[in-house]
Each structure stands twice: as structure tokens, then as C-alpha cells.
């Protein structure tokens, strides 16, 4: 699907060579936070464990974007993305707030994929409005345990690709700077169903994400 979803965006930007072509082609690149909003149950949520948010790691993204214009208003926006998310696993009897600080969870999880974003960006001035599809692939996985430190867990997860609708605001000035934010809601659990993971049958893993920072681009001009 990865392969696919490549050479869509190949041919999109390839297209745009053609003498002739109204297509003007900027490319650029784009970095910023992420807000992991993963959801799911696990072995350890069905053994008095739970989920807080937000995790006290820092994920992040950064990679290349491009945009495809094809009118005023309206152009296409193929972006390659390396992408970090994760969670904190706490047992119920441990709250965690202002005053208790210290407490550490008890597991952690670290994800991180390549993301393939192909969105359609409406634009009115600098605003723009980008949403489509999204096609990600796991290309790491790691728990850290409290009692067994940090373990490599790709059994554990489906590390093919998954889909995700991406919906979000952008606005860029004209000499090419601009700021992003967006939200990504997965379609298909990451979660991999097996005998002696952490997964069993019924379970699953959702990798739902809020991304914000900043991209440039490098061969803007004034129009």
C-alpha cells in the first residue's frame, strides 16, 4: 500500500513538469510536537492499569512537504513524515497530579512510524484548510518496564501500514514561513493479536495523534 501511495505522489508531482502545465510546485519541509491521544485495552488495562494523559515524553514529527497548486484555491499536498507517539501505563491506586510529581509509570510505551499524508489544501490568502488520507507505517516499537527496563516489542504490534483521515488549519506567508496543526484519527488498530504478546483477542490499540509546529517553504514567492 506504502508503494502505491508513493507512486500516486510521484506521478501527481511528475505531472507537474509538463510545459504548459497551470500547476506551480513548492516543496519544503515541516517539524513540530505531537499530542499522542492513543487508545485501546491491553493486557494491562484489563489488570487494574490505566492510561493517563498527556504522556510526559515529548513526540514529535518532522520531514518533507510539498504543495501541488491547481488553481487559486485549491492544491494538493503530499508529505513524508517520520512521526513519534507513545503512552504511560499507571496502576489505578497511583494518581498522578500536581503535588506528586515524582511518580513515575509503571509502563511506557514508544512508537514511531513514517506517515504519508496526501491532503487537499483549500486556500483563502495564507489560511489554508487541509484534510485526506493518510497511509503510516510502523517502523519502531519499544516498552519500558518498571521491572524490566526498555524492551524492543514489535511482536506486539502490527508493523504494516495503516490508514488515517487527517483533518486540519495551516497558514504560510508569502516568503514561504508558516505554522500547522492538525488531527489524525486511525482507522485500524495497531495492536497484534497474539498468544504470548500482550494482546489477546478483542483487544486493540487505536494511534490517534494532534500534530502542531512549523514549515518552510523553500521556493515561495509573492502572488
Not at 511518580?103 to 513514517?114: G, M, W
Not at 507505517?137 to 508493523?159: C, E, P, Q
Not at 495503516?162 to 482507522?187: C, I, K, Q
Request: aromatic share 14%; hydrophobic share 40%.
Amino acid at each position: 500500500m506504502v508503494k502505491k501511495f508513493i507512486g500516486i505522489v510521484c506521478v501527481v508531482l511528475f505531472c507537474d513538469g509538463f510545459p504548459g502545465s497551470a500547476q506551480v510546485l513548492r516543496f519544503g519541509i515541516k517539524t513540530g510536537l505531537n499530542g499522542s491521544l492513543i487508545v485501546g485495552e491491553n493486557y494491562f488495562s484489563a489488570h487494574n492499569y490505566k492510561i493517563r494523559y498527556p504522556s510526559k515524553t515529548l513526540f514529535y514529527h518532522a520531514g518533507l512537504t510539498s504543495d501541488v497548486r491547481l488553481s487559486k484555491t485549491l492544491s494538493v499536498q503530499p508529505e513524508i513524515l517520520y512521526s513519534t507517539a507513545g503512552y504511560d501505563w499507571f496502576s489505578r491506586e497511583e494518581e498522578f497530579n500536581g503535588s506528586n510529581s515524582t511518580t513515575e509509570p509503571d509502563v511506557s510505551e514508544s512508537l514511531a512510524s513514517i506517515n504519508i499524508p496526501l491532503l487537499l489544501r483549500v486556500k483563502v490568502g495564507g489560511l489554508g484548510l487541509v484534510v485526506g488520507p493518510q497511509v503510516s507505517r510502523l517502523v519502531s516499537a519499544k516498552r519500558n518496564a518498571f521491572v524490566k527496563g526498555n524492551t524492543d516489542v514489535k511482536s506486539d504490534y502490527l508493523m504494516g501500514n495503516t490508514l488515517s483521515g487527517v483533518a486540519g488549519l495551516e497558514y504560510t506567508f508569502w516568503f514561504g514561513l508558516g505554522f500547522h496543526a492538525r488531527y489524525s484519527y486511525a482507522f485500524r488498530s495497531v495492536a497484534k493479536i497474539t498468544e504470548k504478546g500482550i494482546y489477546a483477542e478483542g483487544n486493540s490499540l487505536y494511534n490517534h495523534a494532534a500534530m502542531g509546529g512549523i514549515h518552510f517553504y523553500f521556493n515561495s514567492k509573492k502572488q
